[in-house]
């Protein structure tokens, strides 16, 4: 059985602390920790972005992502867990337009 980084109890614990343990940021925060055995600015601004998402239950019609945020997200082989919000626009837009000029890729509401 492998070793987790830190409780999961504890860590949901200490977030109640700042009134966020009722939502889906935990378990997608925890997901993303585990596996990275560390917390990062960005892993947090995903974990809360997909909590928000989750709570209001609507997404935008229309996403920018940087198109090489979004290549590196939807290669083959990269695993779900490596960045949970990617993955959720992945599977809830499709490529509408990718600009070579910005470097962003355009991506709507299938």
């Known amino acids: 059985m492998a070793t987790n980084f830190i409780d999961r109890r504890s860590f949901v614990e200490g977030l109640a602390r700042f009134g966020v343990a009722t939502t889906v940021f935990p378990t997608v925060l ?3 920790a585990e596996q990275h055995k560390d917390i990062t600015k960005t892993m ?5 972005a997909v909590a928000y998402f989750d709570r209001i239950g609507r ?4 996403v920018f992502v940087p198109t090489g945020v979004w290549n590196a997200a939807t290669a083959p082989g990269v695993q779900r867990d490596s960045d949970p919000l990617l993955f959720d626009l992945a599977r ?6 990718v600009s070579d000029q910005t470097g962003f890729t355009v991506l709507v509401r299938r």
Do not use: G, L, N, S
């Open 30 to 32: 925890y997901a993303m």
């Open 44 to 48: 947090i601004a995903d974990a809360a």
């Open 59 to 62: 997404w935008p019609d229309v």
């Open 92 to 97: 809830t837009y499709r490529v509408a337009e």
